[in-house]
């Protein structure tokens, strides 16, 4: 036995841990495996080129299948159930622990490894999926791109968003926009700087989290939205979704300030939003309040107004809701006439000096 000095850092540590782990934290025994692995002997595997020939083959999937199956680390199902299964997640972004099942940040922590631990696994499991990137040593460019071709869309799909938070998460790049072709699927990175608050990358969430809220909220109160979503369906959606404060006032025979809902939606204050900015967010507020039927929106510069449509039959509850939408521009310093006929509302905008800022407040004119 021969004795020697060998230096290693906290990553190669990190990188044995498995094989440490197998014996007992020895770390000699995990070397000699490790040596083992990569080295077999000569006289059984023959020459280097024969042996590196021979481990690809021992590689194979169908082998490595046959070990995961064994070992109970996966288990088999049908395209048809896997898909099902992705597809009724879409919109869900994966948690970060699954994510680092099939990524593990402290074996992969440059571009080029991910890029080649990633087309290894996808061979050892049969994805079919190629994954090739145009910054190859590192992400220090403001932008890159990572192109995924090949294997089923599904998985596919599942699997650039596991990267893309791999990515945001210890990388610092966010994925920008998604270009999607029938057998692949490029991403354009861009870098960014993660808030001490701020979980998720913005275009992570835009890209794979649109129903993230809504599975997660459902998950921790679901009692409360499955009660709520029947509801809902036995009303036939005819139903106002009212905070607390402002049912008290309305209750109090007093019309309600909604300003701060857009204040709080903007994170701005009311007279900071511009009226292209205003109007989808007007839209968007009321409508899910149900306050509304709904709006549209005809946002032409210099010539903006919207119509509201309803079902309310009494007059005076029309003219409420008129001056408590009137109540929200004028807070926003926005000049406009409003008019109303039947079951619709028509504020608009199109007057000269359409936003002011510090202007003297206009009354709407009411023309039944």
């Known amino acids: 036995m021969i004795r020697k000095n060998v230096s290693l850092d906290e990553a190669h540590l990190q990188k044995l841990q498995p094989l440490l782990e197998k014996n007992g934290g020895n770390l000699s025994a995990a070397i ?115 192109d995924f071709t090949g294997g089923d869309r599904d998985l596919r799909e599942f699997l650039v968003e596991a990267v893309c938070i791999f990515l945001s998460r210890w990388m610092d790049m966010d994925a920008e926009a998604l270009h999607r072709k029938s057998n692949s699927i490029t991403v354009y990175l861009k870098s960014f700087v993660r808030h001490e608050l701020q979980k998720t990358a913005p275009g992570v969430r835009k890209h794979f989290g649109s129903r993230d809220i809504l599975y997660r909220e459902i998950e921790r109160k679901s009692a409360f939205w499955i009660t709520l979503a029947e509801l809902y369906l036995k009303f036939n959606y005819q139903r106002v979704n009212l905070d607390k404060s402002l049912f008290e006032a309305l209750l109090a025979g007093k019309l309600p300030d909604i300003t701060k809902y857009f204040e709080i939606k903007a994170d701005r204050s009311l007279r900071e939003i511009p009226l292209s900015e205003l109007l989808p967010l007007f839209k968007y507020l009321v409508v899910a309040s149900q306050l509304v039927s709904d709006v549209e929106i005809y946002p032409e510069k210099g010539k903006e107004y919207i119509k509201i449509r309803h079902d309310y039959s009494d007059e005076s509850v029309v003219l409420k809701l008129i001056q408590l939408f009137s109540n929200l521009f004028e807070a926003g310093l926005h000049r406009f006439t409003v008019n109303s006929v039947s079951e619709l509302i028509i504020f608009d905008f199109s007057l000269p000096n359409t936003s002011i800022r510090g202007a003297v407040k206009v009354s709407p004119r009411l023309d039944f």
């Open 32 to 146: 000699r495996e490790a040596i083992d692995l990569v080295s077999p002997d000569p006289e059984i595997h023959g020459t280097s080129d024969e042996t590196s020939e021979n481990i690809r083959k021992k590689e194979s999937f169908p082998e490595t299948r046959e070990r995961l199956l064994v070992s109970g680390e996966c288990v088999m199902i049908s395209q048809q159930m896997m898909k099902w299964l992705v597809k009724s997640s879409a919109g869900k972004l994966i948690d970060e622990d699954l994510v680092h099942e099939i990524i593990n940040p402290y074996l992969i922590t440059t571009v080029s490894e991910l890029e080649e631990y990633f087309n290894y696994i996808s061979k050892q499991m049969g994805w079919k999926i190629n994954v090739s990137c145009s910054c190859k040593e590192s992400l220090q460019k403001e932008y890159a791109t990572m």
